[in-house]
């Protein structure tokens, strides 16, 4: 009898230590937020009253986002390093840009997808939106390498692109490096994947299973959400090294920004974009909870708890906006060539 009322216990407490209702609770006490389910309330979030989201910004902001014309060598796009087929991400440890050069600092490209919740863009946090971000990549020598009058000529120099920009603008917009790379930013703002985990916290209760709350749960406690929290589990700045040394320091010469703080990547669709780290050295998921752990945490998490964590991380793989390759406008006999230099 005693036996009884112990396992019906355990099952109740189980019960209520999984259930939906003290789960959410506690992963809003932690600080994890969901995609919002109405357009109106994720506009308010994402979309910006001076230049707002527009059915014709979008399409010409994907058209430039695959274009590699933007680039020197005509043959890198935006697409080349954060590739929407592929989580977002290029899939290697290290980017590689104009010439074949590897990225000096070995660093990885981060996921595209849901970067509009970002705090802050790049590893080192040094753009506070999109639209500047999308500046760095194009211009710098190790990436696409156009000098911002080389992207404004070859733009400007194809009419069905300057027919589009009247279109999604007014008939005289300045077609100059800074509304073309915005323009790419509205894009980007669209590339938002919700997931059954926001459904769960948004009041669907099987939307996770048991093993996923559990491994939720076990995310929470270990302290995982001190880090990874708001609607993305990152994407602000945070200490990194905290406790330990992390295994592969020594692979670049990356060091974080002036106070040694590092962007905390997101958590979402985190199974399609490995390598992790900034620089690209753990391929395994559930090495890379334990590597936090001991780097971070300080604690040593078990292989059983961290199975636990990324069954519930499998659950963050979101529904992908459906993106048609765009058929891009010709070239002229004045759209600058292709430089290899």
């Not at 112990?6 to 099952?11: E, I, K, P, V, Y």
């Not at 919740?117 to 990549?137: E, I, M, N, T």
């Not at 509205?186 to 099987?206: A, C, M, V, Y």
């Not at 994407?235 to 040394?245: E, L």
Request: glycine share 8%; hydrophobic share 35%.
């Amino acid at each position: 009898m005693k036996l009884i009322k112990t396992l019906a216990f355990c099952a109740i407490s189980t019960s209520f230590m999984f259930g939906s209702s003290s789960l959410v609770t506690k992963a809003e006490k932690n600080g994890l937020k969901p995609i919002p389910e109405s357009k109106l309330e994720l506009l308010k979030i994402i979309d910006d009253k001076n230049d707002p989201i527009t059915k014709e910004k979008v399409e010409l902001g994907k058209k430039l986002y695959f274009d590699p014309r933007l680039s020197k060598s005509g043959i890198i796009s935006c697409n080349t390093c954060h590739n929407l087929g592929l989580g977002g991400s290029d899939g290697v440890s290290a980017a590689i840009g104009h010439k074949w050069t590897m990225n000096p600092h070995h660093l990885n490209s981060p996921t595209v997808y849901n970067s509009v919740f970002f705090d802050v863009q790049f590893w080192d946090g040094r753009s506070k939106h999109l639209a500047d971000q999308a500046q760095g990549p194009v211009q710098a020598g190790p990436e696409m390498a156009s000098p911002k009058s080389l992207v404004e000529k070859r733009i400007n120099s194809i009419p069905d692109y300057v027919n589009e920009f009247k279109k999604a603008y007014t008939d005289d917009v300045k077609i100059s490096f800074e509304k073309i790379t915005s323009t790419i930013a509205i894009f980007e703002k669209t590339l938002i994947t919700p997931s059954r985990f926001d459904s769960f916290l948004n009041g669907k209760e099987n939307a996770l299973t048991k093993e996923e709350k559990k491994g939720l749960n076990t995310f929470i406690d270990k302290g995982c959400a001190s880090c990874h929290n708001g609607i993305v589990l990152g994407g602000t700045m945070q200490p990194f090294q905290v406790a330990a040394k992390y295994s592969f320091a020594k692979v670049g010469d990356f060091k974080g920004d002036k106070n040694s703080m590092v962007k905390t990547p997101t958590l979402r669709n985190i199974t399609e974009t490995a390598p992790y780290f900034h620089n690209g050295q753990i391929w395994s998921l559930s090495k890379a909870v334990k590597e936090m752990g001991s780097t971070q945490l300080g604690i040593k998490i078990s292989d059983k708890e961290a199975n636990e964590i990324v069954t519930f991380l499998k659950s963050l793989k979101g529904d992908k906006p459906q993106i048609v390759y765009p058929q891009l406008p010709e070239s002229t006999i004045n759209t600058p060539q292709p430089q290899y230099n």
